[in-house]
């Protein structure tokens, strides 16, 4: 291959090493100029699905095993590798190397196979696009970005990018004796790392996780850092998980949450490095929601049971315009310096509010958020009460309903995470999520939770859009599957092979 080639991979799985991409093979950088396509090297399946014809509700049709991998030695010995494209590949784990910029992985699966200190898809370097992947099977993350450059006391840029990804943990090194932390996605040693549209789901049989992790972090996380991290999630989502929603580091700073759900979780945000949080919804958090292996497991939850804590972190914060109900202890605990008002709390078995002190902002509301617009954990109802409860006249909870960031785009450039005018409803290619899914090899159960067979609410096959809509009881909206914008996207045209 040369740059800006593209390379069509027939359908079949590939299992010799001649197809590993290591620091010793790796495709040409593309040309970086042009736009689409024309600025990558691109390696792509022949047949994708949900692309030209071929139906969504199926695997990859391309995938490398065995002693063909991607590894994380990608790039520790230097080479620059960037503007490359892969396009509808499934891996058993992938990791890039830290000089590694501008790669795009478009609608590629990687379904961890590893025990120990492993990550399902890791990207180190700086300035990477993830789009429409996902990850799940075993490794302690699902989503790692990392920064090798800090073994020198240096920070890369970082700036990478998932744009709807969906993680699933379904096992973290069972029987491993050495513990190390588990999440879903994981930002580490990594400057402005970004997340939109992104979903950790079902993650919720601990007993098929290490007995004595050093923490179960957080679904979202950012683990010991210093310095202006800016961990940015928009529009995300996490369901049935076994951990807290989110847990950044004190040091950190310049974090941003805005349009986030959290629902049936161990607990809620832990904000101890500087965060600006707006329009969070977060509902029923507690241990006691699921099935942990030990007392010892379940002492390592971080943020359990709780809605918000900052550990009294001593670096601002604020909080605003969001709902918390439905947990098994506080509302909002050790708050610090966390400025915070226009918040609804229902259903608070702790304090609703505690330390420094127990006097509360004045725009506070306690009636059920149920009853008053929040019937669905992606939107509040219009006319509701919630639709004009919160600061300046506009709504309090999360707003979950359209794509973010023109689809391609990397981070920084324009548009990269503005609201898009195509909703996201129906998921963009859910059918095929599931499908890949259910075919973990590494938990008793791959057809669990969204990937399950049966009915809806709505009286329709569980999907991926049903399962997430009606978590809080109500049937999916008919508008859902009537009116919106389920074309995937097009395939190049006019395409030459070199």
Not at 76 to 101: C, M, N, Q
Not at 176 to 197: K, Q, V
Not at 431 to 447: A, L, R, V
Request: net charge negative; glycine share 10%.
């Amino acid at each position: 291959m040369t740059s800006g080639d593209t390379l069509i991979i027939a359908d079949g799985e590939y299992t010799t090493s001649n197809n590993t991409i290591w620091q010793f093979n790796y495709p040409p950088s593309g040309p970086g100029t042009g736009t689409g396509d024309e600025r990558f090297t691109v390696i792509r399946a022949e047949n994708i699905p949900g692309i030209n014809g071929v139906p969504c509700n199926q695997p990859l049709k391309v995938k490398f095993s065995g002693d063909a991998k991607f590894s994380d030695q990608a790039g520790l010995a230097g080479p620059h590798v960037s503007w490359v494209k892969f396009w509808g590949i499934r891996w058993e784990g992938i990791g890039t190397g830290s000089y590694w910029d501008h790669i795009y992985f478009k609608q590629v699966a990687s379904h961890g196979i590893a025990d120990g200190n492993t990550t399902t898809f890791s990207i180190t370097g700086q300035y990477n696009l993830l789009e429409d992947c996902i990850a799940f099977g075993k490794g302690r993350y699902k989503f790692l970005f990392y920064d090798n450059s800090r073994e020198n006391q240096t920070r890369g840029p970082g700036n990478n990018l998932c744009r709807r990804c969906i993680s699933r943990q379904d096992w973290a090194k069972k029987e491993d004796p050495t513990p190390d932390p588990i999440a879903g996605f994981c930002s580490y040693y990594n400057r402005g790392s970004g997340f939109l549209n992104c979903v950790i789901i079902d993650s919720d049989l601990p007993s098929e996780w290490m007995n004595d992790p050093t923490e179960l972090a957080g679904a979202f996380y950012q683990p010991v850092d210093e310095g202006p991290h800016s961990m940015i999630m928009k529009g995300c989502i996490v369901v049935n998980t076994a951990m807290a929603a989110y847990l950044n580091r004190q040091g950190s700073s310049g974090h941003v949450i805005e349009d986030f759900a959290g629902i049936h979780l161990a607990g809620g945000l832990g904000l101890q490095g500087s965060t600006d949080a707006d329009r969070v919804t977060l509902v029923d958090l507690g241990v006691d929601n699921f099935v942990y292996r030990s007392t010892t497991q379940v002492s390592t939850v971080l943020i359990p049971d709780d809605g918000v804590n900052s550990f009294r972190g001593d670096i601002p914060s604020t909080f605003h315009d969001s709902i918390i109900s439905d947990t098994k202890d506080d509302g909002m605990d050790e708050l610090a310096n966390i400025a915070n008002d226009y918040i609804q709390m229902y259903a608070i078995k702790g304090s609703t509010y505690s330390w420094p002190s127990s006097a509360q902002p004045p725009h506070f509301y306690y009636s059920n958020p149920q009853d008053d617009g929040l019937r669905y954990p992606l939107r509040i109802e219009s006319n509701s009460a919630l639709s004009s409860r919160g600061s300046t006249g506009g709504q309090i909870g999360a707003r979950i309903t359209h794509r973010l960031g023109i689809d391609g785009t990397f981070k920084g450039e324009p548009n990269w995470d503005t609201e898009q005018q195509v909703s996201l409803w129906p998921w963009p290619l859910e059918d095929w999520i599931k499908s890949e899914m259910k075919t973990s090899q590494y938990t008793p159960n791959p057809q669990r939770g969204f990937c399950a067979e049966g009915t809806g609410l709505n009286g329709s096959p569980i999907t991926l859009t049903s399962y997430l809509w009606e978590y809080l009881g109500s049937p999916c909206p008919d508008e859902i599957y009537g009116s919106s914008d389920t074309t995937p996207p097009e395939a190049p045209k006019n395409l030459t092979i070199k």
